[in-house]
């Protein structure tokens, strides 16, 4: 029988988690089909369990970088020798292990390679620009060994390519298919003051820094009862939660909401007049499309105001109302928060027209993307 491996020692949480258990959802029932022996090294088993998939657990490879790199380098090498006669490795978390494989492919999660660090962040947390300089030298080890590396969205295609030296039909372009399902919520009453909106985790890269201040300018312009900006930091998560918290909290125009569950999120992205996303680096960006989509199913047309970056580009295509504001620019992020507000904004001119690349490798669901990856040519 034909064995196809896919390795995810490090995959425990959040959208990394999410793309394992859509790939192990999807071959548990199609590598049947197909004639496939289905093998996945995994951190823990129950993360993502499915039938028709033989599980090896490697709970010990996520205890640090070191054991990390033994695992992909030494580990792996000895269980493909063992498996024998793999027709497909892929590797869902970015590194390239040295195994014997007929091909091999990675999936390349994380953007942080492309992250331009600054000093402060090691303030806040050391491991985020570490993570951004070790990512990219991960990423070289082996990564010619891949006949197709997978990446999420033509921008990555294209800064990859560059930054490895491999040419672009090497890589698939294929885009999480999100949960976009919207859950049952209770409507928040309006107050009567303009709403901004910013969901995301407390981490220094989300750049709340610039949304702040911006907030800080237009209150001192307008006043602190003409708008408010919810962000999700309560203020004491960590240390960067904590800068926000005294550098602007005696702003009254401020709302610390802290983290929601999935319903009052939702609640929120109905309730917001405007989403605000100013995040440095994204591979992604799931709250924009989910701001997006949820308004679409409310018949409504909102305003968004995004770093102008290439994820936010490519991830908010086809929306309308959409304007981009240098992530570093606090003075002007409050000038299109007070055009917003007056709707006297005109068309955003940096607004990059839709990207095409019809004759490259593109893939918008599991069972393509496993098409391409096992056909005999490129």
Same mark, same amino acid.
């Given at each position: 029988m034909r064995r196809i491996v896919i390795s995810a020692v490090n995959l425990r949480k959040g959208g990394t988690l999410t793309i394992l258990r859509q790939c192990l959802g999807f071959l548990s029932s199609w590598g049947v089909t197909n004639g496939y022996r289905i093998v996945a090294l995994v951190h823990q088993r129950d993360l993502a369990d499915f039938p028709n998939i033989e599980y090896i657990e490697i709970p010990w490879a996520a205890k640090g970088w070191g054991k990390r790199l033994w695992c992909e380098y030494v580990t792996m090498y000895g269980i493909s020798k063992r498996l +024998? +006669?793999?027709d497909l490795w892929l590797s869902l978390h970015d590194t390239t292990p040295r195994v014997i494989a007929k091909r091999q492919a990675v999936y390349c999660q994380t953007s942080f390679p492309f992250l331009k660090w600054r000093w402060r962040d090691f303030r806040f947390d050391p491991k985020i620009p570490l993570f951004a300089m070790f990512t990219r030298f991960a990423y070289r080890i082996?990564?010619?060994?891949?006949? @197709?590396?997978v990446v999420q969205q033509e921008w990555l295609r294209a800064g990859f390519s560059k930054m490895f030296g491999i040419t672009p039909e090497r890589f698939i372009v294929a885009p999480p298919s999100a949960d976009l399902s919207i859950p049952t919520f209770s409507p928040i009453e309006p107050d009567g003051r303009f709403t901004f909106f910013f969901a995301s985790t407390p981490d220094s890269h989300k750049n709340f820094e610039t949304l702040?201040?911006?907030s800080r300018l237009l209150e001192r312009e307008l006043g602190p009862d003409r708008f408010r900006t919810i962000i999700t930091v309560k203020g004491d998560e960590n240390k960067y939660a904590r800068y926000l918290r005294e550098k602007w909290g005696y702003v009254q125009s401020i709302e610390f909401a802290g983290l929601m569950d999935k319903p009052t999120l939702y609640a929120h992205y109905a309730l917001a007049d405007c989403f605000v996303f100013p995040s440095r680096i994204e591979t992604w960006g799931l709250p924009i499309t989910e701001f997006i989509h949820t308004n679409r199913i409310l018949g409504l047309e909102k305003s968004l105001l995004l770093a102008d970056l290439p994820y936010a580009h490519e991830t908010s295509q086809g929306a309308s109302s959409i304007f @981009?504001?240098?992530?570093?620019g606090s003075l002007q992020l409050s000038r299109l928060m007070r055009e917003v507000m007056i709707g006297n904004h005109k068309k955003d001119s940096s607004l990059r027209p839709e990207m095409s690349f019809d004759h490259l490798p593109y893939s918008r669901?599991?069972?393509c993307l496993f098409e391409m990856l096992l056909r005999e040519n490129l």
């Open positions: +024998g +006669g793999v082996n990564i010619h060994r891949n006949r @197709y590396l702040c201040e911006a @981009y504001f240098n992530p570093n669901s599991w069972k």
